[in-house]
């Protein structure tokens, strides 16, 4: 099922037909406090109904998915402002940036499209901080499936060690945040959660699993659709602690920092990979569970 791809130097759409079926914008035009980094944005299903939400009020920097990382040592390349132990949040003008520098594949063809991009991280005040390559990949499974395969390896180029961690390891309960991180449409919000453990909601934050779907409804038509993320089981802390709020509104993280520091030394790399499947309609857990077979073995062939 071939896919389409344009760039305008700003950022790739890939359609499918006439239907535009993933934004990737690699040059956001973001204010800092946001912390300007590439996210894709709109994301819909093969039904045309979008999946995601940009710029909600209650959280600007929230823009579709976005690998977003809040505590990254003294750093901030998540937006907004920064938990500390003790203080809570605080403003502390260090919402950094990820930076395009190049694409070093751009490919599309029957079987999807390819991108390798090479990015900077670089620190509100301008100091270089890592530098990333991350790789993604779209394929069109069925007549209602389509996946977004994610892999990323950053290092840490400064002189000395990042501890990479969350709010939760700063202190606060159930907020390790961090990582690929995904917001559903507002219509999403008591949206229900499949594991391979059952059905649930809010009560699934932290559980830990191999992957995790999100079901959420539409306004206006008569739809709904279910959104399958994965981990991978080289990733930190696999199998990895999941992100989740169906309320106040809609989210999904693999959160490989959830409640556990991990300090990368000058030099060090971390790779995330994550694939997230989206799916026209209520999978329900067998569904879910086999559209997480689907796009762990996409995964597995973008490398």
């Known amino acids: 099922m071939t896919l389409h791809l344009a760039d305008d130097g700003t950022a790739l759409s890939i359609t499918k037909g006439d239907l ?20 894709f944005e709109p994301l819909r299903d093969l039904a045309g109904n979008q999946v995601s939400l940009y710029r ?6 929230h823009k579709g998915i976005a690998l977003s990382i809040p505590n990254a040592g003294p750093e901030n390349f998540w937006g907004g402002a920064t938990f500390r132990r003790g203080k809570g949040y605080v403003d502390e003008k260090n919402d950094g940036s990820m930076v395009h520098q190049e694409f ?56 000395d060690t ?15 945040y961090g990582g690929f991180f995904w917001r559903g449409p507002r219509s999403f919000t008591e949206g229900r959660v499949y594991t391979a453990e059952g059905e649930g909601g809010d009560e699934k934050m932290g559980v ?6 999100f079901r959420g409804k539409h306004d206006s038509v008569d739809a709904v659709s279910t959104l399958v993320f994965t981990d991978h ?15 106040p509104f809609a989210a999904v993280c693999p959160a490989p920092f959830f409640d556990t520091e991990l300090p990368m030394a000058p030099g060090d790399t ?8 989206i799916c026209n309609g209520d999978t329900g857990i067998d569904g879910a569970a086999k559209a997480a077979e689907l796009a762990a073995a996409e995964l597995a062939r973008l490398g």
């Not at 079926?21 to 406090?33: G, K, S, T």
């Not at 971390?270 to 499947?277: D, K």
């Open 270 to 277: 971390v790779t995330l990979r994550h694939a997230v499947a």
């Open 208 to 213: 830990r699993g191999d992957w995790l779907a």
């Open 162 to 176: 990042v501890v990479m961690g969350s709010p939760t390891t700063e202190g606060r309960e159930n907020a390790g």
């Open 56 to 61: 909600p009020h209650d959280h600007v920097w």
């Open 233 to 247: 089981a080289e990733n930190p802390t696999a199998p990895v602690k999941w992100f989740v709020r169906t309320t």
């Open 20 to 39: 535009e079926i993933l934004r990737y914008v690699y040059r956001p035009d973001n204010a800092q406090f946001e912390s300007p980094r590439p996210y």
């Open 104 to 159: 070093t594949e751009l490919t599309s063809d029957e079987n999807g499209v390819k991108a390798v991009e090479r990015l900077d991280w670089v620190t509100q005040d301008g100091r270089h901080f890592f530098s990333e390559t991350r790789s993604f990949a779209i394929t069109v499974l069925t007549d209602d499936t389509w996946v977004l395969s994610f892999t990323t390896a950053f290092t840490n180029d400064t002189g």
